[in-house]
């Protein structure tokens, strides 16, 4: 049996700047990430729209805002330091029609409150000069946002945790936990780890972990996949930097945008269709058991009664190239289908509580020696060292 101080599952962003975190606020502590794929970021972390969020469209006090503005900071002074390559390239949120307006100003005070500067609500002859081909009636436009790849990010994390001592160990996959003598006994496919203090960083199971430890857990992951398409090259002049819509605020998805991308590609999307596999990155993949936890949970049945009409329109959209495009013609109106190829594919986990709410925030689980990350959808990239600094200092605490 292997023993550490600290065992941390999940080598995502989020688990891997937990544990980069805890190595620099205590370099003697013994840590291991325990990761059951064969590399870091292997999912959601590495399927992302890879943009450096700004914290704008966060409530204002909640750990989604404190996080990202903080993390935001972190991240590019990490990345100038670890010559991780990213772009400052800013963005426009733009409002397409006179019901949109209301919802805009409310993102811009948000903005402001979080801490943002430089906000401006621009108008349509001034969307243009940002952005040629864009229709709007107003904008507002976000210097702070940025382009990076979240990936590269989290394989510098792991080269500098292995660099500083830590251990990283791959293709194991986290089978049970066992608590004795106030020690856990982290029991996987490879073999066992004993720790005083242990860290789920799972992701899309991240509820499944969590349950190892509480039965009577009240959230459920629901997996949701997002479909890109990406731009033909002879088109990308169409977008300059990155063009978002005005999201619905009861439903916690920005909504079908315009990225570009840090190696010159430009993205379209994501929709967010109900995936019947938690890693199910195509229209066809399904597991029994991951259905069978969606449909079964009493908070899935409200939300399908509250949402049925937007998850039949994501579907269609998903089937649907020309109604996809009808979509991102709200935003530029010059797109066509062959402007279109099909491109990425990713999918959120995202958690949803016995009321049928859709957690619009991250949810951190504590248990005595134990902290599991439970909801950590967008902007926990870009937030991931802030997360990092708030796990461990709970861990710290409970050293105290």
Same mark, same amino acid.
């Given at each position: 049996?292997?023993?550490?101080?600290?065992?941390?599952?999940?080598?995502?962003?989020?688990?891997?700047?937990?544990?980069?975190?805890?190595?620099?606020?205590?370099?003697?502590?013994?840590?291991?990430? @325990?990761?059951k794929e064969n590399e870091v970021a292997k999912h959601q972390t590495g399927n992302n729209s890879g943009v450096i969020h700004s914290g704008i469209y966060y409530k204002p006090?909640?750990?989604?805002?404190?996080?990202?503005?903080?993390?935001?900071?972190?991240?590019?002074?990490?990345?100038?330091?670890?010559?991780?390559? &990213?772009?400052?390239?800013?963005?426009?949120?733009?409002?397409?029609?006179? /019901?949109?307006?209301?919802? @805009?100003?409310?993102?811009?005070?948000?903005?402001?409150?979080?801490?943002?500067?430089? @906000?401006?609500?621009?108008?349509?002859?001034?969307?243009?000069?940002?952005?040629?081909?864009?229709?709007?009636?107003?904008?507002?436009?976000?210097?702070?946002?940025?382009?990076?790849?979240?990936?590269?990010?989290?394989?510098?994390?792991?080269?500098?945790?292995?660099?500083?001592?830590?251990?990283? &160990?791959?293709?194991?996959?986290?089978?049970?936990?066992?608590?004795? %003598? #106030?020690?856990?006994?982290?029991?996987?496919?490879?073999?066992?780890?004993?720790?005083?203090?242990?860290? #789920?960083?799972?992701?899309?199971?991240?509820?499944?972990?969590?349950?190892? /430890?509480?039965?009577?857990?009240?959230?459920?992951?629901?997996?949701?996949?997002?479909?890109?398409?990406?731009?033909?090259?002879?088109?990308?002049?169409?977008?300059?930097?990155?063009?978002?819509?005005?999201? %619905?605020?009861?439903?916690?998805?920005?909504?079908?945008?315009?990225?570009?991308?840090?190696?010159?590609?430009?993205?379209?999307?994501?929709?967010?269709? @109900?995936?019947?596999?938690?890693?199910?990155?195509?229209?066809?993949?399904?597991?029994?058991?991951?259905?069978?936890?969606?449909?079964?949970?009493?908070? &899935?049945?409200?939300?399908?009664?509250?949402?049925?009409?937007?998850?039949?329109?994501?579907?269609?959209? #998903?089937?649907?190239?020309?109604?996809?495009?009808?979509?991102?013609?709200k935003l530029i109106p010059e797109i066509q289908e062959n402007d279109l190829v099909p491109g990425g594919t990713g999918v959120r986990g995202q958690a949803c509580d016995l009321?049928?709410?859709?957690?619009?925030?991250?949810?951190?689980?504590?248990?005595?020696?134990?902290?599991?990350?439970c909801n950590a959808p967008s902007p926990a990239a870009t937030a991931s060292l802030s997360i990092g600094d708030h796990i461990t200092d709970i861990i710290l605490r409970k050293?105290?």
């Amino acid at each position: 049996m292997k023993k550490f101080d600290v065992v941390i599952v999940g080598a995502g962003i989020v688990g891997l700047a937990s544990a980069l975190k805890l190595m620099e606020k205590n370099p003697a502590l013994k840590i291991a990430v @325990l990761e059951k794929e064969n590399e870091v970021a292997k999912h959601q972390t590495g399927n992302n729209s890879g943009v450096i969020h700004s914290g704008i469209y966060y409530k204002p006090g909640s750990l989604k805002a404190k996080n990202c503005v903080n993390g935001y900071n972190q991240l590019l002074k990490f990345c100038e330091k670890e010559n991780v390559k &990213f772009e400052i390239c800013g963005k426009l949120i733009v409002a397409t029609n006179e /019901t949109e307006l209301l919802v @805009l100003k409310m993102i811009y005070e948000r903005g402001v409150q979080n801490g943002l500067i430089g @906000l401006r609500i621009i108008e349509r002859e001034q969307i243009k000069e940002f952005e040629p081909h864009a229709f709007g009636i107003k904008a507002i436009h976000v210097p702070q946002t940025g382009i990076i790849d979240f990936k590269e990010v989290a394989k510098k994390y792991s080269e500098v945790i292995q660099r500083k001592g830590g251990e990283i &160990f791959f293709a194991h996959k986290l089978l049970k936990i066992r608590e004795f %003598d #106030s020690q856990i006994v982290s029991i996987t496919s490879k073999g066992e780890f004993q720790s005083k203090y242990f860290i #789920s960083c799972a992701g899309l199971f991240s509820d499944r972990i969590a349950k190892l /430890t509480n039965k009577y857990l009240p959230i459920r992951i629901i997996p949701f996949r997002g479909e890109y398409y990406k731009i033909k090259d002879e088109k990308k002049s169409l977008v300059k930097n990155l063009i978002y819509p005005v999201p %619905d605020p009861a439903f916690p998805f920005l909504g079908v945008h315009f990225s570009r991308m840090i190696d010159g590609d430009v993205e379209a999307g994501p929709n967010a269709v @109900l995936s019947f596999k938690r890693e199910g990155y195509k229209k066809t993949s399904f597991n029994l058991l991951d259905a069978m936890e969606t449909l079964s949970w009493k908070g &899935f049945h409200k939300v399908i009664s509250k949402y049925w009409r937007v998850g039949i329109g994501e579907f269609y959209r #998903s089937y649907s190239k020309t109604a996809f495009v009808k979509a991102l013609q709200k935003l530029i109106p010059e797109i066509q289908e062959n402007d279109l190829v099909p491109g990425g594919t990713g999918v959120r986990g995202q958690a949803c509580d016995l009321s049928g709410g859709l957690l619009d925030d991250f949810y951190i689980y504590e248990n005595a020696n134990i902290v599991h990350v439970c909801n950590a959808p967008s902007p926990a990239a870009t937030a991931s060292l802030s997360i990092g600094d708030h796990i461990t200092d709970i861990i710290l605490r409970k050293m105290k």
